[in-house]
Every structure is written in structure tokens, then in C-alpha cells.
């Protein structure tokens, strides 16, 4: 394990993880595992791991805010772009936060407990600057807290979570996108890797119990860190605050636009990205697949001939695929799937291939599989 800077968060969970033997690193400002190196195997074992079996994560990392009040559900429906009227309670949504430019403050999970209580899960890093806009814009008898430092959230991932989490005597049979409160915890069916999965909203002071009780639970989740979620997740062509989305990258660049309810009369950002809509963005997010030996990184440049058409956002090597696979904003109008770019990678153009993502298949609304099914 190497030792991060005191001044970095730490988890509830923290004492787990170098128990376990975990590789720790700064992630959004929080000391958080990246993997767990001493088990041997590493990212490249965890994340399939999780494409196979199960693997639990510690994101607590992620934030957590509350918004209560008279009309709560309908104030959060004015700020952030999707459309809480299309869900009703026990249902989670996910949505951005963006500033009058449209650019992407944040993108975030709500969960809607009730009209007048609303669960927010945003991004690590972004979690002050949510609730300050929030809590700025709301009415006096609505209330927003930041309750980052009073909760973990933790994900069971892969094809036999509902089996770990029943192991755990927590609940597993609720559909995509829908929760249910036990024993303190929410329980979301939820998650960042493409896999059929879960994420725990769990107290602080619960979270050890919860932790060890997944640990223990048979089948035996492997631990995952930050690492595999990142390569699960490029996998998915999911999108990563201050890669795909930040404040210069609109939902509108990043085929985000399924989150927005443009029909909605109000949400920040509207008016810039109706326009950008309807204008058609300058460029647009794109997946890319090398069939030789070349991986993406992020701020690489994309080619066609001479002429620099782009620049990867995310780029990785794909455990599933074998290959390297990225994300990246190209200009439109210069490219279609199925056309070959050049990657200028450290200065040697490698060729890749543009490919709508997802890279492979998504498991996220997958029934749960029978035990005889999983090898």
C-alpha cells in the first residue's frame, strides 16, 4: 500500500482497504483503493471479476446531499436537466447539473424518496459546488444539506450481486433504476459498470457492518478498486466528470441529450442548450477501437490524413476486448462508425476504428441469472 497525504478524505471503510492490502491514490480528493495489488491480479482480475462473478466497490468518495421541504421534488425538477415527473417515488434518475453556458457542472444520481425529499449522489470533487448552487436557488422553506462526510455508498456489481446481497439479508428483486430502504440502507439498483448490480447508501457508522457482511457473503465478492470501475465503465462509453462531461463539454457534445427533459419549462442551462440542439454541437463524442497494439490515453489527439479532427477524452486497454478502446470528441461532420482514424500516440499514429459504444454488451437491466448459468 503507498501512503496518501493526511489532508486527503478518507472512507469509513479506510482500514478495510489496507487490511486487504489495497493501492491507495488521490481520487477526487479522497484517499480511496485503486486495487488491490497484494491479492495478485490486479485491475485486470477485478474487472472481470465483475464481468463474470462479482466484485464490491467502496465509492464513498461519492457525494451525498439532501433536499427537503415544501415542494422539494418540483424545486430540484427547475435546476437539473432530467425530468422528475417522468418517475415517481422509490425510483432513482439520473441528471446533470449545468451553468447558464450549458457546460456541465455535474452529473449526478437523484434519488426521489418522496415530493418532499430528495436523495442526491453526486461526483466526488463536485459535491460542494452542487449543494452551494442548490442552496443558493432555494426557496426559504426548502432545505439542502450536504451529508458527504455522514454516508458510504457501496456497489456489489456483476452477474451474481443479487445472490451476494440476499448472502447479506439485504434486499435484491427491485427493477433498474429503482430503490428500496432497509435497516437504515438504501439499496439501489444501480451502477457505473454494465454488469446487473447494486449501490448501498449506507451510514457511516453502518458501514463496516455492511462492508464485512458482503465480505462474508457466498458467493465471496471479490474487493475492486477504483481502477477496474474506470475500465468497466470506458467498457460502457460511460461518461466521467472532467473527461466527457465538464464545464466546457455539454450534455448536447457528450450524447448525453437522453438525460435532458427538454420539454420541461425550466432547468439550468435551457436556453444554451436548446440552442446548441438545435444548431447542431461543433463536435460529438465518439467511441474508438485499435485492433493493434495502440491504447488511447486522454488529451491524445485524433487525425484524418494531416488534419487533427479531435481528442480522446478517456482511452484504456479493454480487459474483455483484449485491445485498446477510448472515448473521444471529434468534429462533426468528418467522421461516421465504421471510418478509421490515426491516434497520435507519443509520437507514432496508431489506427483506430469508430464504433458507437457500448464496447460490449449491456448486462444493466439483465434479470438475475440462475446459479446454474454462471460459470
Given amino acids: 500500500m503507498t501512503d496518501a497525504p493526511s489532508m486527503l478524505d478518507r472512507s469509513p471503510l479506510h482500514d478495510r482497504h489496507v487490511a486487504l492490502g489495497a493501492k491507495m491514490a488521490d481520487f477526487g480528493g479522497w484517499e480511496m483503493p485503486i486495487e488491490y495489488a ?5 485491475v485486470v482480475k477485478e474487472h472481470t471479476a465483475v464481468r463474470t462473478a462479482v466484485g464490491v466497490f467502496d465509492v464513498s468518495h461519492l457525494g451525498t446531499a439532501t433536499v427537503r421541504g415544501p415542494g422539494a421534488a418540483g424545486f430540484v425538477n427547475s435546476c437539473l436537466t432530467a425530468d422528475l415527473g ?11 447539473c449545468c451553468d447558464d453556458n450549458g457546460g456541465v457542472v455535474d452529473d449526478l444520481i437523484t434519488y426521489l424518496i418522496g415530493p418532499e425529499d430528495i436523495l442526491l449522489v453526486p461526483n466526488a470533487a463536485n459535491n460542494a459546488e452542487v449543494v452551494s448552487r442548490l442552496t443558493s436557488a432555494a426557496p426559504d422553506d426548502v432545505e439542502v444539506a450536504n451529508i458527504h462526510h455522514d454516508r458510504a455508498v457501496i456497489a456489489v456489481q456483476g452477474p451474481r450481486s443479487a445472490a451476494v446481497l440476499d448472502a447479506a439479508g439485504l434486499p435484491s428483486g427491485h427493477d433498474y433504476m429503482s430503490f428500496v430502504r432497509a435497516d437504515g440502507v438504501i439499496v439501489c439498483r444501480t451502477g457505473y459498470t454494465g454488469e446487473h448490480g447494486y449501490e448501498l447508501v449506507v451510514p457511516s457508522a453502518d458501514a463496516h457492518a ?18 477496474a470501475r474506470d475500465t468497466l465503465r470506458t467498457e460502457m462509453g460511460y461518461p466521467l466528470h472532467g473527461h466527457e462531461l465538464s464545464l466546457e463539454i455539454t450534455p448536447v457534445q457528450a450524447r448525453a441529450g437522453w438525460a435532458v427533459g427538454w ?18 454541437p461543433r463536435r460529438r463524442l465518439r467511441g474508438l477501437r485499435s485492433d493493434a497494439r495502440g491504447i488511447p490515453r486522454p488529451g491524445m489527439a485524433a487525425y484524418v490524413g494531416d ?38 500516440i507519443r509520437g507514432r499514429r496508431g489506427a483506430m476504428v469508430v464504433t458507437k459504444p457500448p464496447f460490449v454488451p449491456d448486462h444493466t437491466r439483465s434479470p438475475v441469472v440462475p446459479p446454474a448459468r454462471i460459470p
Avoid: H, N
Fill in 38 to 42: 497484494a491479492s495478485g491480479g490486479g
Fill in 86 to 96: 417522468k418517475i415517481g417515488p422509490g425510483r432513482a434518475q439520473y441528471t446533470m
Fill in 210 to 227: 455492511i462492508w464485512d457482511r458482503l465480505i462474508a457473503a457466498s458467493p465471496a465478492p471479490t474487493p475492486c478498486g477504483l481502477g
Fill in 263 to 280: 420539454a420541461k419549462p425550466a432547468f439550468w442551462g435551457r436556453a444554451a442548450l436548446s440552442e446548441e440542439r438545435a444548431a447542431k
Fill in 307 to 344: 488534419e487533427a479532427v479531435g481528442v480522446i477524452t478517456s482511452g484504456t486497454f479493454s480487459p474483455t476486448l483484449r485491445c485498446g478502446i477510448g472515448l473521444a470528441l471529434i468534429d462533426r461532420g468528418t467522421v461516421v462508425d465504421g471510418d478509421t482514424v490515426d491516434v497520435d
